[in-house]
T-cell receptor
Framework: GEDVEQSLFLSVREGDSSVINCTYT??????LYWYKQEPGAGLQLLTY?????DMKQDQRLTVLLNKKDKHLSLRIADTQTGDSAIYFC????????????FGKGTHLIIQP | DVKVTQSSRYLVKRTGEKVFLECVQD?????MFWYRQDPGLGLRLIYF???????EKGDIPEGYSVSREKKERFSLILESASTNQTSMYLC??????????????FGPGTRLTVL
């Protein structure tokens, strides 16, 4: 079946760039998403990328997609303490109500 | 903006009680979902619904049931709560599954503790 893999933890210094990585197995994925979950809250859609793109930039966020290797990354420039959260990678093949497959989430820890 | 609300942020129940978790969305979304989230296990899909009165089992439906009598409301029912159902429960909604970009919008979650 479909699978989405992420590292469980990432620790970075405040002001550095954070790069959160994700791999997926379904070659027919059409959209890939990054969600952010702050402590005690639900998931918030951060950004998404369509599978025919290889990069998307939105202010401090850069998403890179390597479709050949089925690898997705989220780069956060100038990481701030407010970026401390769990980041979930998710993918969809674009059909059906049960369309999203989530990774287990990466805890981003910011060191002062 | 899409708003998904859940009836309680925190809930404490006793083993054997019947528990109702309510979720309401205000954007006329066809699809609604219930997940549970546990440390190290990520999000696991319990049930989902793609229309009123329709429901489909997710990956871990055992011990749960759902009800969708109105389009905007999706209820998760624990018929007889057990301690292993202590978890964070997240509700989500999305537009029709026929769309490729069917991102899900999440509620704030209900942290359920079963004693």
């Amino acid at each position: 079946g479909e699978d989405v893999e992420q590292s469980l933890f990432l620790s970075v210094r405040e002001g550095d760039s954070s790069v959160i990585n994700c791999t997926y197995t379904d070659s027919s994925s059409t959209y890939l998403y990054w969600y952010k979950q702050e402590p005690g809250a639900g998931l918030q859609l951060l950004t998404y990328i369509f599978s025919n793109m290889d990069m998307k930039q939105d202010q401090r966020l850069t998403v890179l997609l390597n479709k050949k290797d089925k690898h997705l990354s989220l780069r956060i420039a100038d990481t701030q303490t407010g970026d401390s959260a769990i980041y979930f990678c998710a993918e969809t093949t674009g059909g059906g109500a049960d369309g999203l497959t989530f990774g287990k989430g990466t805890h981003l820890i910011i060191q002062p | 903006d899409v708003k998904v609300t859940q009836s309680s942020r925190y809930l404490v129940k006793r083993t054997g009680e019947k528990v109702f978790l309510e979720c309401v969305q205000d954007m006329d979304h066809e699809n609604m979902f219930w997940y549970r989230q546990d440390p190290g296990l990520g999000l696991r899909l319990i049930y989902f619904s793609y229309d009123v009165k329709m429901k489909e089992k997710g990956d871990i439906p055992e011990g749960y049931s759902v009800s969708r009598e109105k389009k905007e409301r999706f209820s998760l029912i624990l018929e007889s709560a057990s301690t292993n159902q202590t978890s964070m429960y997240l509700c989500a909604s999305s537009l029709s599954g026929g769309r490729a970009r069917n991102e899900q919008f999440f509620g704030p979650g209900t942290r359920l503790t079963v004693l």
